[in-house]
C-alpha cells in the first residue's frame, strides 16, 4: 500500500513498470543486424575504415542519443515522441515538417529499401533451395522482380496494420526467438567450417542452386578486386573510419524507433530502464555483429566476403557490365548454408533467418501512422486521414498516403529512374535531420522550459552543473551534423562521391528539397486555410498563462 | 454560436486547473467542462527532521529542505505534478505506514481540501465574467468530491443532468466507467451505465443535436486503446500491444442517438477524435503530470460543428 516516501490510492491507470527485456527485444529488432546490418555493410566494399571499429565508435555517439530520447521520454510520456517535443520547445511549424519528412514520407523510400532485403534476404534463398531457380533469379536480379517485392512488402504491410499491433507484438517475440536460434546455427556452422569446406560449398551450391559458373570463387574475388573492394574488418586510419560512419549509421541509428510508446515515468528507475531498453539492444547487436563478422571472416573469408560484396555492388549500381559471378546477394546465412548440401538444414536455417526480417518490416509505417493521426487531431491534415474504416479497424485513408506515394517511389527505385538507387542514404539523412531537431529541442529543454524540466525525473541528472540532457545532446547534435556535412558535402565531390548523395547527385538534393518544401505547404496551406475557419494553430501548443 | 473548450484528467494537478480556469479567455471560450478525475492519485510525505528541516522524495529523489521557502517550493511542484504534499511528524508517518483506513482518510482529507481551494480560484478568477463552468466527476473522485462542487457559485455539479448550453444544444454528463481492473470508486455495469445514460437521453428535446460528455470513451473507437496488461498489472509487450477498455454502453447510446459530440476522457493516451456515425467523439487524453492541459475547443453550429482542434496547453 505504501513506503516512507510516496502513498498512492486506487485510482485507473497506476500499472507496473514494463519489462526491459521487451523493450530491448523491440529496439534490437529496430536495430536489426541481418537485414539493415549485413545490407550496408555489403554497400560498403570500397571503404577503408575497419568495420569493427566504425560499428564500436559510432554505437558509442549513439549512446547519446539513447540518453536524449530516454530522457525525452521522461520529460514528456507518451506524447507521440519527435513531433510534441518538437513542437513544444522549438515550436509547432519546426515540429511538422521535421516529424511528417522523417516519420512519414521518407518512408516511402524505405519501402523499396525493406523490399531489397525482403528479396535478398527471404525470397531468392528460400526460392533457390526449393529448386525454383528460375524465379529465384528472377525476383533476386530483375528490376521487375524488385517492384512486384515491394509490392508484396506493401500488402504485408497493410495486413499488419489492419491487425493492429497487439498482434504484431506477438509476432515480433515469436520472430525474436525464432531469429536468434538461426543466428546462433549459422554462427556455429560459420565458427566450424573451414575456408576449403566453404569454397567447395559455394562451388556446388551456387552452381546447383543459382546457375553459377564453376569457379565462382575466383572469379569472384577477380571481380571484387576490379570492383575496387577493399573494406578492413579491423583496423583503419582514424579518418577512415569516420569516413565510414555515415553509412554504417543507415543501420545502427535507430534503437530509439519504437521508444515513443514507452509509458509513464514516475522516477529514475523508469528512465534507467528505457535507458538500459536501448542501450542493452544497442550493445547487444554490437557484440553479436563483431562476433557475425569474425564468424564470416573465420570460414567465409574477410576477403571473399568483401569481393563478393564488391562484384554485387558493381554490377548492381552500374559501374560494370559484367554481371557478378554470385548471381545473388553475397547474403552471409545463404553462404553459411552452402556449408551443407543438405536442403532440409538448409531450408530451415534460412527460414529461421527470414523472421529477422519479418519481425523488424511491420514497424515500417508505424510511426508514420502516429504522425498522420496527431497532424490530423491538430487540423494540419484533414480529418478523414484519421479514420478508421470500421468493419476492417484499418486507418484506410493514412494507410493510401503511405502506401501510394511508396508504390511510385518503389517504381523508380525498382527501375532506377532519375537514378534513384542512388538515394539509398537519403534514407537515413532524412531522419537525422529530424533526430536533430529532437537533440536541439533536448538542449534547450532545461533552459526553455523549466517548470517541465524541473518536474521531471530527470532533473537531478548533472554534470558539473549541466544537464545531462542537454550535455548528451551536445555529443549527439556534433555527431549528427559531423553525418550531415559528410553527406551533404561529401569529401569526394566528383561522381560518384563516396556517399553518393551530396550536392553532387542533383537528384538526391530535388527529392530531399522536395520533400520539405511539401512539408511546408501543407503546413503553410492548412495554417491559413485554419485560420479562415476560425482555428488558430499558432494557440495550439501554446501554453495557457496562469493569472 | 457557443464555444466550448473541454478537459479531463486533471487529477490534482494544480497547475493543470489553473490553466483550465484560464483556458476560457486564452482560447476565447464560452463554457468550461471539465470531464472527470480531478482527484490526485498519491501523496507525498514531506517528513518534519527537527529544527524547521523537511525531508521529501519526489520521482525517487531525496531532497532535503532546510527553509521554509525551500519547503514551499517544494509543495508548489509536488502540486503541479498531482500529488499531494502532506506535512508530518515521523511518528504520523509510522502510524499512516501501519493503517491502511487512515490513508484512505488522509487521502480524502486532501482532496476535498484542494477541491475546496480550487473552487475559491476559480470563484475568484471567473465570478462575474459570465464564464460557465461543468464538471462531472470520474470513476476515479471520492463520492464526496460531489458536496464541494455543489457549493461553488461559479463551477456546476452536472452528473446525471441535462443542461442546456444555449438555445440550440443541450448537454448530458457522467463521471461513471465500465469495470477497471482498479476497482474505483465510480464503476459499474455496462447494462447500468446504459440505464444511467438512458434516463438523461430521454429528457433531450434533440439528441442530434445535443452534446454527450461522458467519461469513458466509446468501446473500439480509437479513443480507447490502452496498453494491455499481465496478470501482474505490468504492460505487456513493453506497452506495444494496445487494447480497446472503453464502454459498449456509451458507444451503443451514441450509435443509436447520433448526438453532434461525444465528450471524453479516462484513458490519457487514448488522445483523438473519432467519427461513429455521425457523431465527432473526442479524447483530449491527459498529460496531468507534467502540467500540460490537453484539451479540446470545439464550436457549435446549429445541428453541426463549425470546427473544432484538440491543444496542448
Known amino acids: 500500500m505504501s513506503d516512507t516516501s510516496l502513498f498512492i490510492r486506487k485510482a485507473t491507470g497506476l500499472v507496473r513498470s514494463w519489462s526491459v527485456f521487451d523493450a530491448f527485444i523491440y529496439a534490437f529488432f529496430s536495430i536489426n543486424l541481418i537485414t539493415l546490418g549485413l545490407y550496408i555493410f555489403s554497400q560498403m566494399y570500397y571503404l577503408q575504415g575497419g568495420l569493427v571499429p566504425t560499428l564500436v565508435i559510432s554505437s558509442l555517439f549513439i549512446l547519446f542519443e539513447v540518453i536524449i530520447y530516454a530522457a525525452m521520454i521522461a520529460v514528456m510520456p507518451r506524447s507521440g515522441g519527435d513531433y510534441v ?14 516529424a511528417v519528412t522523417g516519420w512519414w514520407f521518407i518512408l516511402w523510400l524505405w519501402v523499396p529499401l525493406y523490399s531489397d532485403m525482403l528479396r535478398h534476404i527471404v525470397i531468392t ?6 529448386g525454383a531457380q528460375e524465379a529465384a533469379l528472377w525476383f533476386g536480379q530483375t528490376n521487375i522482380g524488385l517492384f512486384v517485392t515491394a509490392l508484396i512488402m506493401l500488402v504485408l504491410v497493410t495486413i499488419y496494420i489492419a491487425a493492429g499491433m497487439k498482434w504484431y507484438a506477438r509476432v515480433q517475440k515469436f520472430c525474436f526467438w525464432g531469429g536468434m536460434l538461426g543466428m546462433l546455427v549459422v554462427i556455429v556452422m560459420l565458427l566450424t567450417g573451414s575456408p576449403e569446406a566453404f569454397k567447395a560449398g559455394l562451388e556446388t551450391n551456387a552452381t546447383a542452386l543459382f546457375g553459377a559458373q564453376p569457379g565462382v570463387y575466383d572469379a569472384t574475388l577477380a571481380a571484387g578486386q576490379a570492383a575496387g573492394a577493399t573494406l578492413p574488418l579491423t583496423g583503419g586510419a582514424i579518418g577512415a573510419i569516420f569516413l565510414a560512419m555515415p553509412f554504417i549509421v543507415f543501420f545502427n541509428l535507430w534503437p530509439n524507433w519504437g521508444a515513443t510508446l514507452y509509458g509513464e ?27 557475425l563478422l569474425y564468424a564470416i571472416a573465420h570460414t567465409i573469408g574477410w576477403n571473399f566476403y568483401v569481393n563478393a560484396n564488391g562484384a ?42 527470414s523472421l529477422w526480417w519479418f519481425g523488424w518490416s511491420g514497424t515500417v509505417f508505424l510511426s508514420s501512422t502516429r504522425v498522420i493521426f496527431a497532424a490530423a487531431f491538430d487540423r494540419l491534415l484533414p480529418e478523414k486521414v484519421a479514420e478508421i474504416e470500421p468493419r476492417t479497424r484499418t486507418p484506410l485513408y493514412a494507410l493510401v498516403l503511405m502506401v501510394v506515394p511508396s508504390i511510385i517511389v518503389s517504381y523508380l527505385f525498382a527501375y532506377n529512374l532519375f537514378n534513384f538507387r542512388s538515394l539509398t542514404l537519403d534514407s537515413t539523412l532524412v531522419i537525422a535531420v529530424t533526430y536533430l531537431g529532437t537533440t536541439i529541442a533536448a538542449i534547450l529543454l532545461p533552459y526553455l522550459k523549466k517548470d517541465l524540466y524541473n518536474a521531471s525525473p530527470i532533473a537531478k541528472y548533472k554534470i558539473l552543473g549541466i544537464p545531462l540532457i542537454t550535455l548528451a545532446g551536445v555529443i549527439f547534435a556534433a555527431f549528427l551534423l559531423f553525418l550531415l556535412v559528410e553527406w551533404i558535402f561529401d569529401p569526394f565531390l566528383n561522381a560518384p562521391g563516396l556517399y553518393g548523395i551530396g550536392l553532387q547527385n542533383k537528384n538526391s538534393i530535388y527529392f530531399m528539397a522536395g520533400n520539405y518544401i511539401l512539408a511546408l505547404a501543407i503546413y503553410l496551406g492548412f495554417k491559413y486555410y485554419r485560420k479562415r475557419s476560425g482555428i488558430d494553430i499558432e494557440k495550439v501548443h501554446k501554453e495557457i498563462p496562469v493569472e | 454560436m457557443t464555444t466550448i473548450f473541454f478537459a479531463t484528467d486533471v487529477h490534482g494537478s494544480d497547475i493543470c486547473w489553473k490553466k483550465f480556469i484560464n483556458a476560457g479567455k486564452f482560447y476565447e471560450a464560452d463554457v468550461l ?15 518534519d527532521q527537527g529544527g524547521g528541516r523537511y525531508r521529501a522524495v519526489l520521482l525517487e529523489q531525496e531532497f532535503l529542505l532546510d527553509t521554509e521557502v525551500e519547503t514551499e517550493e517544494m509543495v508548489k511542484r509536488i502540486k503541479s505534478r498531482g ?16 493503517s491502511p483506513d487512515k490513508v484512505h482518510d488522509l487521502f480524502l482529507q486532501e482532496a476535498l481540501k484542494t477541491a475546496e481551494q480550487w473552487m475559491a480560484y476559480a470563484a475568484e478568477k471567473l465570478s462575474g465574467t459570465g464564464m460557465r463552468v461543468y464538471a462531472a466527476p470520474g470513476n476515479d473522485d471520492q463520492f464526496e468530491l460531489d458536496a464541494v462542487i455543489r457549493k461553488s457559485d461559479v463551477v456546476t455539479l452536472v452528473e446525471g443532468q441535462v443542461i442546456e448550453l444555449d438555445k440550440d444544444h443541450e448537454m448530458i454528463s457522467s463521471g461513471w466507467s465500465n469495470h477497471t481492473p482498479w476497482h474505483t470508486y465510480r464503476e459499474e455495469t455496462e447494462d447500468q451505465l446504459a440505464a444511467r445514460y438512458e434516463v438523461m437521453i430521454t429528457q433531450l428535446k434533440n439528441p442530434k443535436n445535443a452534446i454527450f460528455n461522458i467519461h469513458v470513451p466509446p468501446y473500439a473507437s480509437n479513443l480507447d486503446e490502452a496498453p494491455e496488461l499481465d496478470e501482474n498489472m505490468r504492460p505487456k509487450y513493453a506497452g506495444n500491444s494496445l487494447k480497446p477498455v472503453g464502454s459498449t454502453a456509451v458507444r451503443a447510446a451514441i450509435e443509436k442517438s447520433q448526438p453532434l459530440l461525444g465528450l471524453h476522457g479516462h484513458i490519457h493516451e487514448g488522445r483523438g477524435s473519432s467519427r461513429i456515425g455521425r457523431t465527432l467523439c473526442i479524447n483530449p487524453g491527459s498529460m496531468y503530470e507534467q502540467g500540460t492541459l490537453l484539451g479540446a475547443l470545439v464550436k457549435l453550429g446549429r445541428e453541426k460543428i463549425e470546427h473544432y482542434v484538440l491543444t496542448q496547453g
Open chain 1, 125 to 130: 534463398p528460400i526460392l533457390g533451395i526449393l
Open chain 2, 33 to 47: 467542462i471539465l470531464g472527470g478525475d480531478m482527484t490526485g492519485k498519491a501523496i507525498v510525505p514531506i517528513i
Open chain 1, 312 to 353: 554485387y555492388w558493381n554490377f548492381a549500381w552500374g559501374y560494370t557490365d559484367q554481371p557478378a559471378p554470385l548471381p545473388v546477394w553475397p547474403y552471409p546465412a545463404l553462404l553459411a548454408v552452402f556449408l551443407t548440401t543438405n536442403r532440409v538444414i538448409q531450408l530451415i536455417v534460412i527460414v529461421l533467418m
Open chain 1, 85 to 98: 517535443w518538437q513542437s513544444r520547445v522549438l515550436g509547432g511549424g519546426v515540429g511538422f515538417v521535421l
Open chain 1, 265 to 291: 515515468v514516475r522516477g529514475a528507475t523508469d528512465f534507467k530502464r528505457n535507458f538500459w531498453g536501448m542501450a542493452a539492444a544497442l550493445i547487444g547487436t554490437v557484440v553479436v555483429g563483431i562476433i
Open chain 2, 83 to 98: 500529488y499531494y504534499p502532506y506535512r508530518l511528524a515521523q511518528d504520523e508517518l509510522a502510524e499512516l505506514n501501519q
